[in-house]
């Protein structure tokens, strides 16, 4: 059979499969001859039939490489930069934080001009220098040492009681005094209670009077001390706990504000009772002649001399803001002891001629009730705190009066009369130009850390002998801080 290649075409192939010619495969074309052209020889090219067969592959087109992007617009450019200042001035703030936050970590409490003390679990009853500047003292309520003496020219303070042989009090203390002389010192401890029992049941309890007593300074020994009593809470002769004691100008006597209302005066060398008062404790007169007690609508001038009461002066009729009877909240004898100040719960402050008991002057503008009063040492000025915070000033000589705008919960002169320091219940403590009504400086009695600051609310003030230092005690959780700064 004949058959036709169908690579090169060559015909007249006879029983192959494959073209002699090319290596194509054939077809079968019939008995019928196919003539073909005649190619030259050299064009005619003879590949073995084992050689493989070139393929034609398909040329993949290459992929075209990415444009470069366009240029950004300048508002784009600015944001990346305004973006970038942001975010280095907020790493910057961070970082600053940080620092400020690892400072109050580890350097504790701010820096007053000279010391700052941390009496950790110690309340704060009363604040006061030695005669002569040199020394610090702090009675606080610690059974086991009440009393701190610091030397303040060490550094840091170092204390220098000389009351070694102090015995351990039964008890917190509740209230501390210290004699003018420096000779002796009284403390209050506070009342205790027991029960009684039958068995395993309770069926009553004893309560017990809170102790008063008087230490020698320089070897701590007791010199009296107020008989162990127990009565009923709802009996007179239960007295509850010295919150107050406060000893005469001249050592004499020693007077003592027991909870249950009632006043103690004892003879300050013996501890012998020389009269028992009904109303708290409003202050001995300067020369020691007289001893305030203000019994809520009236208060009592005791002699101390005659032990009588030798006048009694009544709170005006009518009723404070809050509804209640007008009452007495504070009283202040002025410096020469002929002028008695009474801040009322109606808010005005009245004087009164202690020889006469006459009302000389009615001052008014306090917001809320006169809860503290101080003179300055001239006894021209009178300065009124009142239960909002506000502190009103008035001025004797001239008849000006003040309203400052800042309050708080501390007053006190200097012993020259120039400078009125207040505290605050927010840790401020602000000195006022006496003269001029000015502020002249703010103090920050806080105590902070790296996550919040605690305002330490101000219990005490005491200006040094020269007025030149300026010391202030707080009490927070019934933990004391006492600091001290150098005045302008």
């Not at 610090?136 to 003496?149: C, P």
């Not at 107020?226 to 007077?255: C, I, M, Q, R, W």
Request: aromatic letters at 8%; a negative charge.
């Amino acid at each position: 059979m004949r058959s036709s290649c169908d690579g090169c075409g060559t015909t007249s192939l006879q029983d192959v499969h494959y073209c002699v010619v090319c290596g194509a495969s054939v077809r079968e074309v019939g008995t019928a001859l196919v003539p073909s052209p005649r190619l030259p020889p050299a064009l005619i090219t003879v590949r073995p039939p084992s050689a493989p067969l070139p393929v034609r592959r398909r040329q993949t087109p290459p992929t075209p490489k990415p444009s470069p992007p366009a240029p950004a617009r300048q508002p784009r450019r600015f944001a990346g930069r305004l973006t970038f200042l942001l975010m280095a001035a907020l790493v910057a703030g961070a970082g600053t934080g940080v620092l400020a936050g690892l400072w109050w970590l580890f350097s504790g409490d701010e820096p007053p001009a000279a010391e700052y003390v941390k009496l950790k679990d110690r309340h704060i009853h009363a604040l006061a220098f030695s005669p002569d500047g040199a020394k610090l003292q702090v009675d606080t309520d610690d059974a086991g040492q009440g009393r701190w003496t610091w030397d303040l020219g060490a550094r840091p303070w170092k204390d220098v009681d000389d009351s070694p042989g102090q015995a351990p009090e039964k008890g917190h203390v509740t209230a501390a005094a210290v004699s003018p002389d420096g000779t002796r010192f009284a403390t209050g401890a506070e009342s205790t209670k027991r029960e009684r029992k039958v068995l395993i049941f309770t069926w009553d309890y004893v309560y017990t009077t809170g102790v008063v007593r008087v230490r020698k300074q320089d070897t701590g020994e007791i010199a009296w001390q107020t008989a162990v009593s127990e009565a009923d809470p709802s009996s007179d002769k239960y007295l509850g706990e010295p919150d107050l004691l406060a000893f005469s100008p001249n050592g004499s006597l020693l007077a003592g504000d027991y909870s249950g209302g009632a006043t103690v005066v004892w003879e300050a060398a013996t501890g012998r009772i020389k009269a028992k008062l009904t109303g708290d404790v409003g202050g001995f007169s300067p020369d020691g002649k007289l001893l305030a007690v203000d019994s809520y609508r009236s208060v009592q001038l005791w002699d101390t001399a005659t032990s009588k009461v030798k006048r009694t002066l009544a709170a005006p009729a009518g009723r404070d803001a809050d509804g209640y009877a007008i009452s007495f909240e504070s009283l202040a004898f002025a410096p020469d002891g002929r002028v008695l100040a009474a801040g009322l719960s109606d808010g005005t402050v009245r004087l009164w001629d202690v020889a006469t008991g006459a009302v000389t002057a009615t001052m008014t503008g306090l917001t809320g009730s006169a809860d503290a009063l101080v003179f300055s040492p001239d006894g021209r000025l009178l300065a009124a705190q009142a239960g909002d915070g506000t502190v009103r000033l008035w001025d004797g000589g001239t008849g000006l009066e003040r309203t400052l705008p800042r309050g708080g919960s501390a007053l006190v002169f200097s012993p020259d009369g120039r400078w009125l320091a207040i505290g605050s219940g927010d840790g401020t403590v602000r000195l006022w130009d006496s003269a001029s009504g000015q502020q002249a400086r703010v103090w920050e009695h806080r105590e902070r850390s790296v996550l919040w600051t605690t305002e330490l609310a101000i219990s005490h003030l005491a200006f040094s002998p020269d007025g030149t230092k300026l010391a202030v005690a707080s009490n927070e959780e019934d933990d004391g801080r006492v600091a001290l700064w150098e005045l302008p």
